[in-house]
Each structure stands twice: as C-alpha cells, then as structure tokens.
T-cell receptor, first 113, second 117 residues
Framework: KQEVTQIPAALSVPEGENLVLNCSFTDSAIYNLQWFRQDPGKGLTSLLLIQSSQREQTSGRLNASLDKSSGRSTLYIAASQPGDSATYLCAVRPMDSNYQLIWGAGTKLIIKP | GAGVSQSPSNKVTEKGKDVELRCDPISGHTALYWYRQRLGQGLEFLIYFQGNSAPDKSGLPSDRFSAERTGESVSTLTIQRTQQEDSAVYLC???????????????FGSGTQLSVL
C-alpha cells in the first residue's frame, strides 16, 4: 500500500533563506508526483507536477525533483519570502487500479520577516 | 465562474442530522473529486466523477456518504445521520482531464468546514 510521508511537519526560517521540503513514498510505481500549497481558509493551489519520466520541474523560485528509485521528492524554494508561508503538500498518483492521489500530511512553513 | 466554488463555507450541525455540500466546478472540467481533510492530516479521497461514466466511489467511508453530479456541472455531497467523526474540511477539485493525463492539474475550491456537535 502506497504511503506518503513529509518531514518535517513544520519549519520556520528567516526571510531570504533557500530551503528544501522533503517528500517520500513507499512504492515507485507512480504516474506522477504533485506539489501543492494550502493557505488557511483557502483551497489548495497546484504548484508543480512531475511526470514519472521526468527528473524535475521548475516554476519561478520553485524547483521540484523526483527520484523514483529511492522514493523521494524535494521541493526547493529559493530566496524565501513571507508570502511563501503556507502548508506544502505532496501527493503521488499510483499506478494501481484505483490511481487516486495519495497525500502526505504536509509541511507547515513559516517565513519570518 | 473563474474557479471552483463550494458552499456553504462553514456548516455546524447536530449529531444525527443530514447535511448537503455543494461544489460548482470550473466550466468545461470533466473530472471532479471530493476529498476530506481532518485537522493536521493529509487529504482523504472520497469520490471521483469523470464525464458521464460511473463514479469511483471507492473512497466513501460508509453508506451514510453519497454524492451526485449533474452531467459535467454541479456536484453535491450528502452525509446522512452525521457523526462527530465526520467533522472535517470537505474539499472539491476539478480538472480538464482524468487521473494520469498530462493535463490533470487540479483546481480546488476553498472547502466546507463541517462541525458536528
């Protein structure tokens, strides 16, 4: 059974730092891996989607990598800003009969001005 | 509309009552999902609609939960005889294409916070 884990559960860093959020999954048979951010009182916003054949995706200051063989993905945020404060969730799309997204519990990120 | 709309944004109900949650997806999106998110936890898949196909109900936790979708538009999630453990945020998402497609990017509504007293 696919399981997705995100460590740490919470992270607080000063503004301007580069940081890495981690996501691990137990079964490498996936279609894709997706990163989202969730702001309090709002829905989720899709950030990056990495297909299983890809190694990374970039959008602005965000870069997500995927290593299927080791069951790991990282989300790199460059030059962090207070507006980056949110909960970041990763999810994998498994290659099984159900193929519904399996979600991690998220990393709550606080960027201190 | 411009995005996925959910109503109500908050719902407080008494144990044993029925509740109905509504989702208006983005126009043209054939795929629609319902998720549940308990405090401090990841999203839990409930049900998935794709066009006029039979829905994937494999995530519904009990027969008290049901959902309908009219064509490729509005969906309603109904919880009968609510229990305290049903308290959670219920999120709806839609996408242009179904799971595994290259354009399966999900767009989420703001959710309905359900509190069962």
């Amino acid at each position: 059974k696919q399981e997705v884990t995100q460590i740490p559960a919470a992270l607080s860093v000063p503004e301007g730092e580069n940081l890495v959020l981690n996501c691990s999954f137990t079964d490498s048979a996936i279609y894709n891996l997706q990163w989202f951010r969730q702001d309090p009182g709002k829905g989720l916003t899709s950030l990056l989607l990495i297909q299983s054949s890809q190694r990374e995706q970039t959008s602005g200051r965000l870069n997500a990598s995927l290593d299927k063989s080791s069951g790991r993905s990282t989300l790199y945020i460059a030059a962090s800003q207070p507006g980056d404060s949110a909960t970041y969730l990763c999810a994998v799309r498994p290659m099984d009969s159900n193929y519904q997204l399996i979600w991690g519990a998220g990393t709550k990120l606080i960027i201190k001005p | 509309g411009a995005g996925v709309s959910q109503s109500p944004s908050n719902k407080v109900t008494e144990k044993g009552k029925d509740v109905e949650l509504r989702c208006d997806p983005i126009s043209g999106h054939t795929a629609l999902y319902w998720y549940r998110q308990r405090l401090g936890q990841g999203l839990e898949f409930l049900i998935y609609f794709q066009g006029n196909s039979a829905p994937d109900k494999s995530g519904l936790p009990s027969d008290r939960f049901s959902a309908e979708r009219t064509g490729e538009s509005v969906s309603t999630l109904t919880i009968q005889r609510t229990q305290q453990e049903d308290s959670a945020v219920y999120l709806c998402a839609s996408s242009l294409a179904g799971p595994g497609a290259t354009n399966e990017k999900l767009f989420f509504g703001s959710g309905t916070q359900l509190s069962v007293l």
